[in-house]
């Protein structure tokens, strides 16, 4: 009888500390958006938000907060990686997960693995050595542009490859869920299996892969050390893909060391960063809403 | 269009993306080992030698201060990541709360784990600046534990999520409280837990955005809990800036030591889920 006692008691002892948990969690994540907007305070009371979102001066030194540059530079670098990534990583896994032996397939998501694991200032520094000169030497004279290499168009590649493995787990995942007799249903009709992919099996495992590109793109933006290594960072609005720009995260990273002496230029730093966690925080929810959304509407089972 | 056609046109751009997906795979690694073990094989001696004082400066010395300070901010971390996560996971599981509120919470971790590294840094930078402290090994270790966190609660979450409902019914109807059904379940879901935990480790081993605010990026040897430390990305991204070239070719020397350490990382995840299996292996599903 004793010992029971004891048992239930630690049992609940344990269910306190957890619950203590969860809640320094939640404080956690209320601590760090009251921060942020309590931070960005000063910037915010003496310059009105759309001046801050909307000018394209960047210029601490003069008092010259613009975020236009960096707002459209992260927009462009984002959504040209994702524009690069989307196609090939479906297309891969449609094939890795409906074409690919068995045998095979468990290599390559293996690889996929560990090409989710590399550290992002690996590739950054991968493409300083190999994407730099190639856009330089090669996609530059392809289109006529006289470039350095340090550029949008290298910052979005080195992004893609960092989607890739995003997508690429998350399609293939919800793809190989599907029950088999959805497949060999529609495959007993005479259709092809491009038809069979095209249609029903990218409408079944909608909900998987929108989320995955939304998650890709949440990676994308967030994204600092790899980009900040070749985009050139140059405050300007970019006149083509082939110029150097600057992107949210590498405006915080790269004047991180000039940041504490200034407060209002500190302040408007955590501006920036307030700005890039309401965005992830937008998205995030989005996919999961999606996800659930689409989950209940399109049920194959 | 006859769908014969369309379907082998399909088919060659499936197989072109594959290859462009492996050969951003075979670049990366290939790049950074090959040119890493050139550089490695030349100058050995960089990863046993500590930094000189003007290191970034092209001074002499080697990326052990980097190494070391890696390994002391991510072991520690992922010690009070785990302990915590493991918590959360079983909190997510075992019926302690109904489960429509649980599923929130997931939620809730799925936008922590989505949340940019760089604002987990000015976060903690943040703490710091009003509490009038500066980088240190004590703040990057907190930095990484948040980070990773997230990562581990929902592989944890998963992995539990499998375990049969059998198990869980049967060790109630034994007596069990809900802690040591909890402790039983979490054996059989013990492939799942490893993996995550190992997931995070290397998100954090990797991760330079959030450091490098917080653990005061020093060039010096680690000290001590409240002394600035360095970190193999840290130093990679600061060695890849600088105007030096023999600095510049260390960079890859430090890159082919985070990517050795991120594969090991992997193959040690792979071996432990198959070699915990063991348990799992009774389970009907």
């Not at chain 1, 524009?83 to 891969?92: H, N, T, Y």
């Not at chain 1, 504490?260 to 730093?269: G, I, N, T």
Request: with cysteine; proline share 4%.
């Amino acid at each position: 009888m004793k010992q029971q006692k004891a048992r239930s008691n630690l049992d609940k002892t344990i269910k306190y500390i957890m619950v203590i948990i969860i809640l320094a969690v939640f404080i956690f994540f209320a601590a760090l958006f009251i921060m942020l907007l309590q931070r960005s305070q000063l910037i915010l009371s003496r310059y009105p938000v759309w001046e801050l979102l909307f000018s394209s001066e960047w210029d601490p030194n003069k008092g010259l907060y613009g975020f236009l540059p960096a707002v459209t530079g992260t927009f462009f670098v984002t959504v040209f990686s994702l524009m690069i990534a989307v196609p090939i990583s479906i297309l891969s896994a449609v094939y890795i997960s409906e074409y690919m032996p068995s045998a095979v397939k468990s290599y390559f998501q293996a690889f996929i693995d560990v090409l989710a694991g590399v550290p992002s200032v690996v590739f950054g520094l991968c493409a300083l050595l190999v994407l730099v000169p190639f856009t330089r030497d090669v996609m530059g004279p392809l289109f006529g542009v006289n470039t350095t290499g340090m550029c949008v168009f290298t910052a979005a590649l080195v992004l893609a490859a960092m989607v890739f493995p995003v997508i690429i787990s998350l399609t293939v995942e919800s793809l190989s869920i599907l029950p088999i007799g959805l497949r060999e249903q529609f495959l007993s009709l005479g259709a092809t299996k491009w038809q069979l992919i095209e249609t029903v099996l990218f409408r079944a495992a909608g909900p998987g892969i929108i989320s995955g590109i939304i998650l890709g793109f949440g990676r994308a933006f967030g994204e600092t050390m790899a980009v900040v290594m070749v985009i050139g960072n140059k405050n300007i609005l970019i006149p083509s893909v082939f110029s150097p720009g600057q992107t949210l995260p590498g405006l915080i990273v790269g004047s991180f060391s000039e940041m504490m002496s200034v407060p209002e230029h500190q302040s408007a730093l955590i501006f920036v960063s307030l700005i890039l966690f309401i965005i992830v925080l937008f998205f995030n929810i989005l996919a999961n809403i999606i996800k659930n959304k689409l989950k209940s509407r399109w049920r194959y089972e | 269009m006859n769908k014969y056609i369309k379907e082998s046109i399909f088919r060659v751009l499936m197989i072109i993306s594959v290859f462009i997906v492996i050969a951003f795979l075979v670049i990366i690694i290939g790049v950074n080992i090959v040119k890493g073990g050139i550089v490695l094989i030349n100058e050995p001696a960089v990863i046993f030698t500590a930094p000189g004082p003007k290191y970034l400066l092209g001074g002499e010395g080697g990326i052990l201060h980097a190494i070391l300070g890696s390994i002391l901010m991510v072991i520690p971390s992922t010690c009070i990541a785990c302990a915590a996560s493991y918590l959360i996971a079983l909190f997510l599981q075992v019926d302690y709360i109904k489960n429509r509120f649980s599923n929130k919470l997931r939620v809730v971790f799925d936008v922590l784990w989505g949340i940019p590294s760089i604002i987990y840094g000015i976060f903690i930078l943040n703490i710091l600046i009003v509490t009038n402290r500066r980088g240190s090994l004590g703040a990057g270790i907190i930095t990484l534990a948040l980070l990773q966190m997230p990562v581990i609660v929902r592989y944890m979450d998963e992995a539990l999520n499998s375990v049969p409902d059998g198990i869980r019914e049967s060790a109630y109807s034994l007596g069990a409280t809900r802690l040591e059904t909890a402790f039983t379940t979490a054996k059989y879901a013990l492939p799942g837990i490893i993996a995550g935990i190992l997931i995070g480790m290397g998100r954090a081993m990797g991760d330079a955005a959030s450091v490098i605010f917080t653990s005061g990026a020093g060039n010096s040897m680690p000290k001590g809990v409240s002394k600035s430390v360095s970190s193999l990305p840290v130093l990679i991204f600061q060695q890849a800036n600088s105007f030096y070239p023999s600095v510049r070719e260390h960079a890859y020397a430090a890159s082919f030591v985070l990517i050795i350490i991120i594969i090991i990382l992997n193959t040690i995840s792979r071996i432990c889920s198959k070699h915990f299996q063991k348990y799992t292996a009774g389970s009907d599903r």
